[in-house]
Protein backbone atom coordinates (compact mmCIF):
# COMPACT_ATOMS: atom_id res chain seq x y z
CA UNK A 1 0.00 0.00 0.00
CA UNK A 2 3.09 1.96 0.76
CA UNK A 3 4.43 1.77 -2.57
CA UNK A 4 1.16 2.46 -4.42
CA UNK A 5 1.01 5.45 -2.57
CA UNK A 6 4.81 6.85 -3.43
CA UNK A 7 4.04 5.64 -7.07
CA UNK A 8 0.95 7.84 -7.05
CA UNK A 9 2.11 11.06 -5.17
CA UNK A 10 5.14 10.73 -7.74
CA UNK A 11 2.65 10.70 -10.76
CA UNK A 12 0.64 13.65 -9.34
CA UNK A 13 3.67 15.49 -9.41
CA UNK A 14 4.54 14.60 -12.58
CA UNK A 15 1.31 15.64 -14.35
CA UNK A 16 2.67 19.23 -13.25
CA UNK A 17 5.62 19.08 -14.91
CA UNK A 18 4.67 19.96 -18.59
CA UNK A 19 2.75 23.22 -17.09
CA UNK A 20 6.14 24.44 -14.97
CA UNK A 21 8.67 23.39 -18.05
CA UNK A 22 6.51 25.45 -20.67
CA UNK A 23 6.40 28.61 -18.99
CA UNK A 24 10.08 28.53 -18.18
CA UNK A 25 10.90 27.38 -21.89
CA UNK A 26 9.12 29.94 -22.64
CA UNK A 27 10.25 32.83 -21.09
CA UNK A 28 13.93 31.48 -21.99
CA UNK A 29 13.14 31.12 -25.67
CA UNK A 30 11.69 34.49 -25.48
CA UNK A 31 14.36 36.63 -23.83
CA UNK A 32 16.88 34.50 -26.45
CA UNK A 33 13.91 36.14 -29.15
CA UNK A 34 14.34 39.50 -27.69
CA UNK A 35 17.92 39.97 -26.79
CA UNK A 36 19.79 38.02 -29.79
CA UNK A 37 17.58 38.52 -32.84
CA UNK A 38 15.89 41.73 -32.02
CA UNK A 39 11.96 39.94 -31.70
CA UNK A 40 9.84 41.45 -29.45
CA UNK A 41 5.93 39.88 -29.34
CA UNK A 42 3.48 41.84 -28.76
CA UNK A 43 1.36 42.40 -25.51
CA UNK A 44 -1.83 40.44 -27.01
CA UNK A 45 -4.37 38.09 -25.99
CA UNK A 46 -2.79 36.02 -28.98
CA UNK A 47 0.43 35.68 -27.09
CA UNK A 48 -1.61 34.12 -24.16
CA UNK A 49 -3.34 31.74 -26.85
CA UNK A 50 -0.01 31.14 -28.37
CA UNK A 51 1.03 29.82 -24.59
CA UNK A 52 -1.90 27.66 -24.61
CA UNK A 53 -1.73 26.02 -27.46
CA UNK A 54 2.23 25.23 -26.50
CA UNK A 55 0.82 24.00 -23.26
CA UNK A 56 -1.60 21.28 -25.23
CA UNK A 57 0.97 20.36 -27.17
CA UNK A 58 3.52 19.82 -24.54
CA UNK A 59 0.99 17.33 -22.74
CA UNK A 60 0.19 15.16 -25.86
CA UNK A 61 4.08 14.50 -25.59
CA UNK A 62 3.92 14.04 -21.97
CA UNK A 63 1.79 11.73 -22.51
CA UNK A 64 3.54 9.68 -24.97
CA UNK A 65 6.94 10.20 -23.60
CA UNK A 66 8.87 7.35 -21.64
CA UNK A 67 10.29 9.17 -18.99
CA UNK A 68 10.23 13.01 -17.40
CA UNK A 69 13.90 13.46 -19.01
CA UNK A 70 12.90 12.31 -22.61
CA UNK A 71 9.76 14.92 -22.30
CA UNK A 72 11.82 17.82 -21.75
CA UNK A 73 14.44 16.89 -24.57
CA UNK A 74 11.28 16.24 -27.35
CA UNK A 75 9.87 19.52 -25.33
CA UNK A 76 13.04 21.75 -25.55
CA UNK A 77 13.68 20.74 -29.68
CA UNK A 78 10.20 21.73 -30.37
CA UNK A 79 10.51 24.68 -28.65
CA UNK A 80 14.12 25.40 -30.38
CA UNK A 81 12.29 24.78 -33.62
CA UNK A 82 9.74 27.03 -33.98
CA UNK A 83 11.54 29.72 -31.69
CA UNK A 84 14.72 29.56 -33.22
CA UNK A 85 13.82 28.31 -36.78
CA UNK A 86 11.98 31.31 -37.59
CA UNK A 87 13.74 33.72 -35.58
CA UNK A 88 16.42 32.66 -37.72
CA UNK A 89 14.78 33.16 -40.77
CA UNK A 90 13.51 36.50 -39.75
CA UNK A 91 17.37 37.61 -39.14
CA UNK A 92 18.40 36.53 -42.48
CA UNK A 93 15.31 37.40 -44.83
CA UNK A 94 12.97 39.65 -43.14
CA UNK A 95 10.49 36.97 -42.62
CA UNK A 96 9.60 33.53 -40.41
CA UNK A 97 9.32 30.29 -41.70
CA UNK A 98 6.34 29.57 -43.89
CA UNK A 99 4.68 25.83 -45.12
CA UNK A 100 6.35 26.39 -48.49
CA UNK A 101 9.95 26.26 -46.81
CA UNK A 102 9.75 22.59 -46.97
CA UNK A 103 10.19 22.47 -50.20
CA UNK A 104 13.35 24.40 -50.26
CA UNK A 105 14.46 23.10 -47.12
CA UNK A 106 17.46 20.48 -48.91
CA UNK A 107 18.20 23.06 -51.05
CA UNK A 108 18.53 25.60 -47.90
CA UNK A 109 20.63 22.72 -46.07
CA UNK A 110 23.07 22.85 -48.87
CA UNK A 111 23.60 26.56 -48.60
CA UNK A 112 24.46 26.61 -45.15
CA UNK A 113 28.33 27.28 -44.29
CA UNK A 114 30.80 26.07 -41.68
CA UNK A 115 29.34 25.37 -38.18
CA UNK A 116 26.11 26.23 -39.32
CA UNK A 117 25.82 23.18 -41.62
CA UNK A 118 27.21 20.60 -38.76
CA UNK A 119 24.61 22.41 -36.23
CA UNK A 120 21.46 21.39 -37.95
CA UNK A 121 22.59 18.11 -38.64
CA UNK A 122 23.72 17.51 -34.87
CA UNK A 123 19.99 19.22 -33.99
CA UNK A 124 18.07 17.03 -36.88
CA UNK A 125 20.27 13.62 -35.66
CA UNK A 126 19.77 13.89 -32.07
CA UNK A 127 15.70 14.75 -32.38
CA UNK A 128 15.51 11.43 -34.21
CA UNK A 129 17.50 9.44 -31.71
CA UNK A 130 15.09 11.12 -28.87
CA UNK A 131 11.75 10.87 -30.91
CA UNK A 132 12.40 7.18 -31.55
CA UNK A 133 13.98 6.05 -27.95
CA UNK A 134 11.53 7.88 -25.98
CA UNK A 135 8.04 7.78 -27.43
CA UNK A 136 6.18 5.08 -25.75
CA UNK A 137 3.33 4.46 -27.68
CA UNK A 138 2.16 0.84 -26.97
CA UNK A 139 1.38 2.05 -23.22
CA UNK A 140 -2.29 3.14 -22.15
CA UNK A 141 -1.97 6.81 -21.55
CA UNK A 142 0.64 6.72 -24.93
CA UNK A 143 -1.81 4.94 -27.15
CA UNK A 144 -4.33 6.61 -25.94
CA UNK A 145 -2.59 10.36 -26.25
CA UNK A 146 -0.88 9.45 -29.94
CA UNK A 147 -4.70 8.59 -30.92
CA UNK A 148 -6.24 11.72 -30.00
CA UNK A 149 -3.32 13.63 -31.24
CA UNK A 150 -3.62 11.91 -34.85
CA UNK A 151 -7.50 12.82 -34.69
CA UNK A 152 -6.66 16.25 -34.13
CA UNK A 153 -4.46 16.47 -36.92
CA UNK A 154 -7.20 14.88 -39.33
CA UNK A 155 -9.75 17.06 -38.37
CA UNK A 156 -7.59 20.51 -38.55
CA UNK A 157 -6.31 19.22 -42.20
CA UNK A 158 -10.09 18.65 -42.83
CA UNK A 159 -11.59 21.83 -41.26
CA UNK A 160 -8.45 24.14 -42.27
CA UNK A 161 -10.34 26.43 -44.13
CA UNK A 162 -13.43 26.75 -41.52
CA UNK A 163 -10.21 27.37 -38.75
CA UNK A 164 -9.03 29.57 -40.71
CA UNK A 165 -11.71 31.62 -41.38
CA UNK A 166 -12.66 31.86 -38.03
CA UNK A 167 -9.12 32.95 -37.01
CA UNK A 168 -9.55 35.72 -39.31
CA UNK A 169 -12.63 36.47 -37.93
CA UNK A 170 -10.91 36.71 -34.10
CA UNK A 171 -7.85 36.42 -34.07
CA UNK A 172 -6.62 38.90 -37.48
CA UNK A 173 -4.13 38.21 -40.26
CA UNK A 174 -1.96 40.63 -41.99
CA UNK A 175 -1.45 39.20 -45.48
CA UNK A 176 1.84 41.87 -46.58
CA UNK A 177 3.90 40.98 -43.56
CA UNK A 178 4.39 37.71 -41.81
CA UNK A 179 7.32 39.11 -39.24
CA UNK A 180 3.76 41.32 -37.48
CA UNK A 181 2.01 38.21 -37.21
CA UNK A 182 4.62 36.47 -35.81
CA UNK A 183 5.22 38.73 -33.05
CA UNK A 184 1.16 39.22 -32.60
CA UNK A 185 0.41 35.34 -32.54
CA UNK A 186 3.62 33.97 -30.90
CA UNK A 187 5.23 31.12 -32.81
CA UNK A 188 2.93 28.29 -32.11
CA UNK A 189 -0.24 30.30 -32.84
CA UNK A 190 1.49 31.72 -35.63
CA UNK A 191 2.56 28.46 -37.23
CA UNK A 192 -1.04 26.60 -36.84
CA UNK A 193 -2.37 29.59 -38.60
CA UNK A 194 0.20 29.20 -41.66
CA UNK A 195 -0.20 25.53 -42.17
CA UNK A 196 -4.81 26.36 -41.94
CA UNK A 197 -4.29 28.92 -44.64
CA UNK A 198 -1.69 27.13 -46.77
CA UNK A 199 -4.36 24.08 -46.74
CA UNK A 200 -7.37 26.01 -47.10
CA UNK A 201 -5.82 28.23 -50.01
CA UNK A 202 -4.09 25.37 -52.53
CA UNK A 203 -6.33 26.57 -55.35
CA UNK A 204 -7.51 23.76 -57.58
CA UNK A 205 -6.73 24.03 -61.63
CA UNK A 206 -9.34 27.07 -63.03
CA UNK A 207 -11.58 25.26 -65.34
CA UNK A 208 -11.95 26.87 -68.99
CA UNK A 209 -14.90 29.39 -68.50
CA UNK A 210 -13.00 30.91 -65.72
CA UNK A 211 -9.39 30.82 -67.58
CA UNK A 212 -11.54 32.54 -70.63
CA UNK A 213 -12.75 35.25 -68.08
CA UNK A 214 -9.44 36.03 -67.21
CA UNK A 215 -7.81 36.12 -70.92
CA UNK A 216 -10.70 38.55 -71.60
CA UNK A 217 -10.07 40.97 -69.24
CA UNK A 218 -6.64 40.96 -69.95
CA UNK A 219 -6.95 41.51 -73.42
CA UNK A 220 -8.94 44.64 -72.86
CA UNK A 221 -6.28 45.99 -70.66
CA UNK A 222 -2.64 44.89 -72.67
CA UNK A 223 -1.29 46.95 -74.52
CA UNK A 224 -0.86 46.97 -77.87
CA UNK A 225 2.58 45.60 -80.41
CA UNK A 226 4.83 48.73 -80.12
CA UNK A 227 6.88 47.23 -82.85
CA UNK A 228 6.58 45.59 -85.86
CA UNK A 229 8.41 41.97 -86.63
CA UNK A 230 10.83 41.67 -89.02
CA UNK A 231 11.77 38.17 -88.79
CA UNK A 232 13.13 36.55 -91.73
CA UNK A 233 14.29 39.83 -92.79
CA UNK A 234 17.42 39.60 -90.96
CA UNK A 235 20.18 36.94 -89.90
CA UNK A 236 18.86 35.45 -86.63
CA UNK A 237 21.30 36.70 -83.53
CA UNK A 238 22.64 34.76 -80.80
CA UNK A 239 21.26 35.43 -77.04
CA UNK A 240 23.19 35.52 -74.07
CA UNK A 241 21.40 35.86 -70.69
CA UNK A 242 23.77 36.20 -67.92
CA UNK A 243 22.62 35.64 -64.36
CA UNK A 244 24.85 37.43 -61.51
CA UNK A 245 24.96 35.95 -58.50
CA UNK A 246 23.88 38.42 -55.58
CA UNK A 247 24.53 41.56 -57.93
CA UNK A 248 24.32 44.93 -56.48
CA UNK A 249 26.04 48.77 -56.77
CA UNK A 250 28.00 49.10 -52.70
CA UNK A 251 27.77 52.77 -53.67
CA UNK A 252 24.08 53.22 -52.79
CA UNK A 253 24.62 53.16 -49.21
CA UNK A 254 25.14 56.34 -48.13
CA UNK A 255 28.08 57.01 -45.58
CA UNK A 256 30.05 54.20 -46.66
CA UNK A 257 33.38 55.17 -47.93
CA UNK A 258 35.03 53.04 -50.11
CA UNK A 259 38.64 52.91 -51.50
CA UNK A 260 37.37 52.91 -55.09
CA UNK A 261 34.40 51.90 -56.83
CA UNK A 262 33.34 48.72 -56.15
CA UNK A 263 32.21 48.30 -59.84
CA UNK A 264 35.15 48.37 -62.27
CA UNK A 265 35.39 51.38 -64.57
CA UNK A 266 34.43 49.82 -67.75
CA UNK A 267 30.94 48.45 -66.39
CA UNK A 268 30.32 52.02 -64.46
CA UNK A 269 30.50 53.36 -67.90
CA UNK A 270 28.63 51.00 -69.04
CA UNK A 271 25.80 50.66 -66.38
CA UNK A 272 25.92 54.39 -67.64
CA UNK A 273 24.83 54.31 -71.00
CA UNK A 274 21.60 52.14 -70.11
CA UNK A 275 21.09 54.96 -67.69
CA UNK A 276 21.17 52.99 -64.93
CA UNK A 277 18.61 50.92 -66.27
CA UNK A 278 17.34 48.05 -63.18
CA UNK A 279 15.43 45.26 -62.43
CA UNK A 280 12.87 44.48 -60.00
CA UNK A 281 13.58 40.95 -58.79
CA UNK A 282 11.19 38.42 -56.36
CA UNK A 283 13.10 38.18 -53.86
CA UNK A 284 16.02 39.57 -51.51
CA UNK A 285 18.99 37.57 -50.40
CA UNK A 286 18.49 34.36 -51.60
CA UNK A 287 15.87 32.41 -53.45
CA UNK A 288 17.53 32.81 -56.89
CA UNK A 289 15.04 30.05 -58.55
CA UNK A 290 12.33 32.30 -58.44
CA UNK A 291 14.41 34.97 -60.04
CA UNK A 292 15.37 32.54 -62.74
CA UNK A 293 11.35 31.63 -62.81
CA UNK A 294 10.67 35.16 -63.90
CA UNK A 295 13.06 36.11 -66.30
CA UNK A 296 12.60 32.65 -68.52
CA UNK A 297 8.82 32.53 -68.06
CA UNK A 298 7.17 36.18 -68.00
CA UNK A 299 5.00 35.59 -65.15
CA UNK A 300 5.35 37.33 -61.42
CA UNK A 301 5.69 35.02 -58.42
CA UNK A 302 4.08 36.41 -55.20
CA UNK A 303 4.54 33.81 -52.86
CA UNK A 304 7.59 32.91 -50.54
CA UNK A 305 7.12 29.24 -52.23
CA UNK A 306 10.17 28.49 -54.64
CA UNK A 307 8.16 28.03 -58.09
CA UNK A 308 10.94 25.26 -58.83
CA UNK A 309 10.24 23.08 -56.12
CA UNK A 310 6.88 23.22 -56.46
CA UNK A 311 3.39 24.70 -58.49
CA UNK A 312 5.38 23.31 -61.63
CA UNK A 313 4.09 20.19 -62.74
CA UNK A 314 3.09 20.59 -66.97
CA UNK A 315 5.73 20.08 -69.44
CA UNK A 316 5.56 22.09 -72.42
CA UNK A 317 5.62 25.47 -70.63
CA UNK A 318 5.30 28.67 -72.67
CA UNK A 319 8.89 29.92 -71.72
CA UNK A 320 11.61 31.50 -73.14
CA UNK A 321 13.73 28.24 -74.43
CA UNK A 322 10.63 26.69 -76.04
CA UNK A 323 9.55 30.01 -77.39
CA UNK A 324 13.04 30.54 -79.31
CA UNK A 325 12.53 26.70 -80.53
CA UNK A 326 10.25 27.69 -82.53
CA UNK A 327 12.64 30.01 -84.39
CA UNK A 328 15.13 27.22 -84.31
CA UNK A 329 17.21 28.22 -81.66
CA UNK A 330 18.79 25.70 -79.55
CA UNK A 331 19.12 26.72 -76.11
CA UNK A 332 21.69 25.87 -72.77
CA UNK A 333 21.70 26.75 -69.69
CA UNK A 334 24.63 26.43 -67.46
CA UNK A 335 24.94 26.55 -63.62
CA UNK A 336 28.70 25.23 -61.81
CA UNK A 337 26.66 24.19 -58.59
CA UNK A 338 24.97 20.55 -58.18
CA UNK A 339 22.15 19.82 -60.80
CA UNK A 340 19.15 19.09 -58.17
CA UNK A 341 19.67 22.46 -56.29
CA UNK A 342 16.20 24.26 -56.73
CA UNK A 343 15.58 21.24 -58.80
CA UNK A 344 16.90 22.85 -61.38
CA UNK A 345 17.61 19.50 -63.31
CA UNK A 346 13.98 18.69 -64.02
CA UNK A 347 12.64 22.81 -64.39
CA UNK A 348 15.50 23.55 -66.74
CA UNK A 349 13.49 20.24 -69.17
CA UNK A 350 9.90 21.33 -67.89
CA UNK A 351 11.08 25.10 -69.40
CA UNK A 352 12.35 23.18 -72.30
CA UNK A 353 16.21 24.04 -72.32
CA UNK A 354 17.84 21.57 -75.32
CA UNK A 355 21.01 20.87 -73.41
CA UNK A 356 22.15 22.12 -69.10
CA UNK A 357 25.23 21.88 -67.55
CA UNK A 358 25.63 21.84 -63.82
CA UNK A 359 28.96 21.18 -61.74
CA UNK A 360 29.45 17.66 -62.74
CA UNK A 361 30.33 18.73 -66.29
CA UNK A 362 32.92 21.48 -65.42
CA UNK A 363 36.11 20.96 -63.92
CA UNK A 364 36.30 22.54 -60.55
CA UNK A 365 39.45 24.52 -60.56
CA UNK A 366 39.57 28.62 -59.75
CA UNK A 367 36.96 27.87 -56.78
CA UNK A 368 36.60 30.27 -53.99
CA UNK A 369 36.50 28.53 -50.74
CA UNK A 370 35.88 24.89 -52.75
CA UNK A 371 32.47 25.90 -53.79
CA UNK A 372 32.23 29.17 -55.41
CA UNK A 373 33.79 29.11 -59.00
CA UNK A 374 35.40 32.09 -60.35
CA UNK A 375 33.11 33.53 -63.13
CA UNK A 376 36.03 33.92 -65.28
CA UNK A 377 36.59 30.35 -65.31
CA UNK A 378 32.65 29.93 -65.54
CA UNK A 379 32.62 32.14 -68.37
CA UNK A 380 35.32 30.32 -69.68
CA UNK A 381 34.44 26.48 -69.36
CA UNK A 382 30.79 27.07 -70.86
CA UNK A 383 31.63 28.33 -74.18
CA UNK A 384 33.74 25.31 -74.10
CA UNK A 385 31.10 22.93 -73.60
CA UNK A 386 29.46 24.83 -75.37
CA UNK A 387 31.68 24.44 -78.04
CA UNK A 388 32.15 20.80 -77.60
CA UNK A 389 28.53 20.41 -77.91
CA UNK A 390 28.06 21.45 -81.02
CA UNK A 391 30.83 19.34 -82.40
CA UNK A 392 28.20 16.43 -81.96
CA UNK A 393 25.23 18.27 -83.99
CA UNK A 394 25.05 18.04 -87.94
CA UNK A 395 25.59 20.95 -89.96
CA UNK A 396 22.28 22.49 -90.15
CA UNK A 397 21.93 21.83 -86.11
CA UNK A 398 25.13 23.49 -85.40
CA UNK A 399 24.49 26.70 -87.90
CA UNK A 400 21.35 27.60 -85.71
CA UNK A 401 21.07 30.30 -83.55
CA UNK A 402 21.98 29.78 -79.90
CA UNK A 403 19.81 31.14 -76.36
CA UNK A 404 22.74 31.29 -74.06
CA UNK A 405 21.60 31.15 -70.21
CA UNK A 406 24.00 30.88 -67.43
CA UNK A 407 24.35 31.45 -63.71
CA UNK A 408 26.64 32.60 -61.85
CA UNK A 409 27.93 31.11 -58.68
CA UNK A 410 30.77 33.34 -57.38
CA UNK A 411 29.70 36.48 -55.07
CA UNK A 412 27.66 33.90 -53.31
CA UNK A 413 27.55 34.68 -49.53
CA UNK A 414 30.21 34.13 -47.48
CA UNK A 415 31.82 36.38 -50.19
CA UNK A 416 35.02 34.67 -50.12
CA UNK A 417 38.06 35.24 -52.88
CA UNK A 418 40.64 32.53 -54.60
CA UNK A 419 44.08 33.26 -53.93
CA UNK A 420 44.73 35.30 -57.24
CA UNK A 421 41.74 37.13 -56.06
CA UNK A 422 43.60 39.44 -53.59
CA UNK A 423 41.37 42.26 -51.42
CA UNK A 424 41.66 45.42 -53.36
CA UNK A 425 38.83 47.49 -51.72
CA UNK A 426 39.21 48.54 -48.14
CA UNK A 427 36.68 50.62 -46.13
CA UNK A 428 36.82 52.46 -42.60
CA UNK A 429 33.42 52.08 -41.58
CA UNK A 430 32.23 49.56 -43.59
CA UNK A 431 31.18 45.69 -42.26
CA UNK A 432 33.58 43.20 -42.79
CA UNK A 433 30.61 41.31 -44.73
CA UNK A 434 30.11 44.99 -46.72
CA UNK A 435 33.92 45.04 -47.13
CA UNK A 436 34.03 41.02 -48.82
CA UNK A 437 31.17 41.84 -50.80
CA UNK A 438 32.57 44.87 -52.42
CA UNK A 439 35.76 43.00 -53.39
CA UNK A 440 33.72 39.80 -54.82
CA UNK A 441 31.78 42.62 -57.08
CA UNK A 442 34.84 44.04 -58.18
CA UNK A 443 36.01 40.78 -59.71
CA UNK A 444 32.77 40.08 -61.11
CA UNK A 445 32.44 43.46 -63.02
CA UNK A 446 35.79 43.15 -63.99
CA UNK A 447 36.04 39.43 -65.51
CA UNK A 448 32.19 40.43 -66.92
CA UNK A 449 33.84 42.88 -68.94
CA UNK A 450 36.36 40.62 -70.38
CA UNK A 451 33.43 38.79 -71.24
CA UNK A 452 32.30 41.17 -72.89
CA UNK A 453 35.00 42.18 -74.96
CA UNK A 454 35.42 38.87 -76.37
CA UNK A 455 31.83 38.70 -77.19
CA UNK A 456 31.87 41.87 -79.00
CA UNK A 457 34.39 40.53 -81.15
CA UNK A 458 33.09 36.85 -81.69
CA UNK A 459 29.30 37.63 -81.63
CA UNK A 460 29.18 41.00 -82.54
CA UNK A 461 25.00 40.61 -83.43
CA UNK A 462 24.39 38.87 -80.53
CA UNK A 463 21.34 40.06 -78.01
CA UNK A 464 23.52 40.29 -74.25
CA UNK A 465 21.16 40.58 -71.17
CA UNK A 466 22.91 41.04 -67.94
CA UNK A 467 20.99 40.99 -64.52
CA UNK A 468 21.57 40.78 -60.36
CA UNK A 469 18.89 38.24 -59.04
CA UNK A 470 18.94 39.67 -55.64
CA UNK A 471 20.42 42.16 -53.40
CA UNK A 472 23.45 40.39 -51.08
CA UNK A 473 22.66 39.44 -47.73
CA UNK A 474 24.74 41.96 -45.62
CA UNK A 475 24.34 40.04 -42.35
CA UNK A 476 20.93 39.69 -39.95
CA UNK A 477 18.21 42.32 -39.66
CA UNK A 478 18.92 43.79 -43.07
CA UNK A 479 22.73 44.96 -41.52
CA UNK A 480 24.65 47.19 -43.42
CA UNK A 481 21.65 48.51 -44.98
CA UNK A 482 19.83 49.81 -41.75
CA UNK A 483 23.00 51.40 -40.65
CA UNK A 484 23.00 53.94 -43.81
CA UNK A 485 19.23 54.07 -44.03
CA UNK A 486 18.80 52.29 -47.25
CA UNK A 487 16.44 50.03 -45.31
CA UNK A 488 14.93 49.68 -41.95
CA UNK A 489 15.70 46.57 -39.95
CA UNK A 490 12.29 45.78 -39.36
CA UNK A 491 10.44 44.62 -43.03
CA UNK A 492 7.00 45.56 -41.74
CA UNK A 493 7.87 49.12 -41.35
CA UNK A 494 9.65 49.92 -44.86
CA UNK A 495 8.29 52.64 -46.95
CA UNK A 496 7.76 52.44 -50.49
CA UNK A 497 10.98 53.42 -51.21
CA UNK A 498 12.67 50.85 -49.02
CA UNK A 499 10.86 48.01 -50.74
CA UNK A 500 11.84 49.02 -53.94
CA UNK A 501 15.36 49.38 -53.23
CA UNK A 502 15.06 46.30 -51.48
CA UNK A 503 14.26 44.82 -54.77
CA UNK A 504 15.78 46.66 -57.31
CA UNK A 505 19.17 45.31 -59.06
CA UNK A 506 21.35 46.87 -62.21
CA UNK A 507 20.29 45.17 -65.25
CA UNK A 508 22.20 45.78 -68.70
CA UNK A 509 20.74 44.91 -72.55
CA UNK A 510 23.21 45.13 -75.04
CA UNK A 511 21.52 45.19 -78.30
CA UNK A 512 24.10 44.29 -81.06
CA UNK A 513 26.39 46.28 -82.50
CA UNK A 514 23.60 49.00 -80.94
CA UNK A 515 24.91 48.64 -77.87
CA UNK A 516 23.33 49.46 -74.23
CA UNK A 517 19.60 50.41 -74.28
CA UNK A 518 17.74 51.92 -71.58
CA UNK A 519 15.01 50.52 -70.84
CA UNK A 520 14.27 52.62 -66.95
CA UNK A 521 13.05 50.19 -64.02
CA UNK A 522 10.92 46.86 -65.15
CA UNK A 523 9.91 43.70 -63.07
CA UNK A 524 11.75 40.64 -64.09
CA UNK A 525 8.99 38.86 -65.32
CA UNK A 526 8.35 41.31 -68.23
CA UNK A 527 12.23 40.64 -69.41
CA UNK A 528 11.53 37.15 -71.76
CA UNK A 529 8.42 39.79 -73.77
CA UNK A 530 10.94 42.60 -74.16
CA UNK A 531 13.63 40.13 -75.04
CA UNK A 532 11.59 38.90 -78.03
CA UNK A 533 10.94 42.63 -78.89
CA UNK A 534 14.86 43.03 -79.69
CA UNK A 535 14.95 40.21 -81.29
CA UNK A 536 12.44 41.87 -83.81
CA UNK A 537 10.12 37.98 -83.20
CA UNK A 538 6.28 38.03 -83.01
CA UNK A 539 5.09 39.16 -80.05
CA UNK A 540 3.89 36.73 -77.71
CA UNK A 541 0.05 36.92 -76.54
CA UNK A 542 0.31 35.26 -73.48
CA UNK A 543 3.44 36.96 -72.31
CA UNK A 544 2.00 40.29 -73.32
CA UNK A 545 -0.95 40.04 -71.23
CA UNK A 546 0.83 40.06 -68.00
CA UNK A 547 1.77 44.12 -68.12
CA UNK A 548 -0.25 46.43 -66.53
CA UNK A 549 -0.82 49.16 -68.96
CA UNK A 550 -0.23 52.20 -66.56
CA UNK A 551 2.48 51.46 -64.41
CA UNK A 552 5.21 49.70 -63.46
CA UNK A 553 4.34 47.09 -60.77
CA UNK A 554 6.30 44.70 -59.03
CA UNK A 555 4.14 41.94 -56.89
CA UNK A 556 5.32 40.48 -53.33
CA UNK A 557 3.79 38.56 -51.08
CA UNK A 558 0.74 40.34 -49.86
CA UNK A 559 1.71 43.50 -51.34
CA UNK A 560 2.27 44.83 -54.78
CA UNK A 561 5.14 47.80 -55.60
CA UNK A 562 3.51 50.35 -57.97
CA UNK A 563 5.85 52.86 -59.99
CA UNK A 564 4.04 55.25 -62.06
CA UNK A 565 5.29 57.18 -65.13
CA UNK A 566 6.64 59.97 -62.71
CA UNK A 567 8.71 57.25 -60.54
CA UNK A 568 5.96 57.36 -57.68
CA UNK A 569 6.53 54.69 -55.69
CA UNK A 570 3.20 53.78 -53.60
CA UNK A 571 2.70 50.16 -51.91
CA UNK A 572 -0.45 48.67 -52.63
CA UNK A 573 -1.81 46.11 -50.52
CA UNK A 574 -4.56 43.56 -50.02
CA UNK A 575 -7.85 44.70 -48.99
CA UNK A 576 -7.16 48.04 -49.67
CA UNK A 577 -9.85 50.03 -51.82
CA UNK A 578 -7.59 51.88 -54.32
CA UNK A 579 -6.07 48.79 -54.73
CA UNK A 580 -9.00 46.71 -56.17
CA UNK A 581 -7.98 47.50 -60.09
CA UNK A 582 -4.97 46.17 -59.95
CA UNK A 583 -5.93 43.11 -57.34
CA UNK A 584 -7.96 42.29 -60.08
CA UNK A 585 -5.31 42.43 -62.83
CA UNK A 586 -3.38 40.42 -60.52
CA UNK A 587 -6.07 37.87 -59.83
CA UNK A 588 -6.09 36.98 -63.87
CA UNK A 589 -2.36 36.93 -64.18
CA UNK A 590 -3.14 33.83 -61.61
CA UNK A 591 -5.87 32.17 -62.90
CA UNK A 592 -3.09 32.59 -66.35
CA UNK A 593 -0.31 31.29 -64.05
CA UNK A 594 -1.99 28.44 -62.08
CA UNK A 595 -3.55 26.71 -65.23
CA UNK A 596 -0.48 27.17 -67.70
CA UNK A 597 2.20 25.54 -64.90
CA UNK A 598 -0.11 22.83 -62.91
CA UNK A 599 -3.24 23.13 -64.38
CA UNK A 600 -5.18 21.79 -67.68
CA UNK A 601 -3.20 24.37 -69.67
CA UNK A 602 -6.50 25.82 -71.26
CA UNK A 603 -4.65 29.36 -71.86
CA UNK A 604 -2.64 27.69 -74.49
CA UNK A 605 -5.34 26.14 -76.56
CA UNK A 606 -7.09 29.52 -76.71
CA UNK A 607 -4.73 31.19 -77.92
CA UNK A 608 -3.23 28.47 -80.05
CA UNK A 609 -3.35 30.07 -83.32
Known amino acids: MLDKNISKKRNDKNCWLPIVSTIILYVIFTLILQFYFAITFEKSRQIGLDIGISLILSYFIFGMSRSNLGFLAIQTLMFIFLFMGHGTKIREFGGPLTPTDMYAFFALVNILMGWRFWVLIAFLSIATVILIYNLKLFSRTGAFSALTFIGLISLFINQAPMITSYLNRHVGYVVWSQRINYVKHGPFLYTLYEIARYLSVQKEAPTDVQVEKALRELKQKSPQALYISRYGEQKPRNVHLILLESFWDPTQLPDIDFSQDPFSPRFRKLWQDTLSSTALSPVYGGYTANAEFEVLCGFPIEDEGVKFEHRMSNSNLPCLPNLLREYNYISYASHPNIASFWNRINAY ?10 LNDYKEIDMAQNEFMSDKEFYKQTFELIAKHNKTLSASDASKPIFNYMVTIFGHLPYPLTPDRPKVISSKNASSTLEAYANNVFYKTT ?51 MLKNMVTTPLIILDGRRGAQSVGSISMDQLPQLILKYLDLPENNLLSLTKNTQDTIRPLPGQILQINKNHAVTICREDESPCTDLESHMDNIRTLSIDIFEGKQHSLKSLAP
Do not use: R, W
Not at 349 to 358: A, E, L, N, P
Not at 471 to 483: D, I, M, Q, R, T
Open 349 to 358: KQIGFSHSFF
Open 447 to 497: ELMDLLDKLKQDDPDALIVMFGDHLPNLGPNFASYESSGFLSANKSEFTGL
